[in-house]
């Protein structure tokens, strides 16, 4: 995703909780490809770590325009066995750093008058319904959308828009099988193409008006 905005024109700051590995690798890429990125290091589900790290960005890009929180820990395990420790960290890292870095980086955009944020849920949050093998983890995206939509209505009136992707049976999915693939409509799995031209949809100038929407990116699995 970073790399596709970067290929739009933005100046890419890439983050990670530890600032290696994928972060090194997707700056790295960017800057191949003749685009501007530096990679940042914070953990985003403490307050103080995301206030500084929308403050670091805002200073190197000069300003902040389009935020993406992509998704955090994911645990596919039964839910009567699920530690307290596994809760807390799916549920922090996708729910309470999102909320973190919206709430940080909501002033700056709208002291432009201008941004965009965007965060990647999962298909069919916004059903309230048993997900035994996954439940912190949906528990944390149907808090996000309803985030989602209360920021969007919040920043509406001074030029911001907050959306959500959700994507569903992606190529990167943990338990990947013939038998999952054969349970989408369109017949394969999603992939990094089908994500990001969404995301580069709701970034352009032209999308001002969508805000507080939920775009399923499934291929129409669950319907």
Not at 10 to 17: I, K, N, S, Y
Not at 40 to 62: E, H, I, Q, S, Y
Not at 155 to 161: C, E, H, I, Q, S
Not at 179 to 206: M, S, W
Request: net charge positive; proline share 3%; hydrophobic share 45%.
């Amino acid at each position: 995703m970073a790399l596709a905005l970067a290929r739009g024109g933005a100046r890419g700051a890439v983050h990670g909780r530890k600032g290696a590995g994928d972060v090194k690798r997707g700056v790295a890429r960017i800057i191949r490809d003749g685009g501007a990125a530096r990679g940042f290091a914070a953990d985003v589900a403490n307050a103080a770590a995301a206030r500084g790290l929308v403050r670091a960005v805002a200073r190197w890009g000069r300003h902040l325009d389009i935020l993406v929180n992509n998704v955090g820990e994911y645990k596919f395990e039964s839910v009567e066995k699920t530690s307290v420790a596994t809760f807390d960290r799916v549920v922090r890292t996708n729910l309470d750093a999102a909320f973190h870095t919206m709430s940080e980086a909501a002033p700056v955009m709208m002291k432009r008058k201008w941004g965009r944020v965007i965060n990647i849920g999962f298909a069919g949050a916004q059903a309230v319904r048993a997900a035994p093998n996954i439940a912190p983890y949906l528990a944390a995206k149907t808090g996000l959308l309803i985030l989602t939509r209360s920021f969007a209505v919040r920043l509406a009136p001074r030029g911001v828009t907050v959306n959500m992707i959700s994507p569903g049976v992606m190529w990167n999915t943990n338990n990947r099988s013939r038998k999952l693939e054969r349970t989408i409509p369109a017949g394969r799995y999603g992939n990094a193409d089908d994500l990001t031209r969404v995301l580069l949809f709701l970034c352009d100038e032209a999308s001002g008006y969508i805000t507080g929407t939920q775009i399923e990116i499934t291929g129409g699995w669950g319907l």
